[in-house]
């Protein structure tokens, strides 16, 4: 999965195309139950399963990018 990947996720899950990289999911106007949707997708695109907690500790698609690199 690459950064880019991510964010559009981001941009599906949010219905909002002015995402980047650096986009905060929850400052976006995300909310935990979209959260979800996210960790969903990750795991389905990646095979990456993640927690809450994950995503609260990096809610941009950037630091997430990161966060799943380093567990693959």
Known sequence: MSVDELTDIFRNVLENNNINSDSDFFLMGGDSLLATR???AVARTCGVELDFDDFLDAPTPGALYKKIASLT
């Open 38 to 40: 996210v960790l969903s």
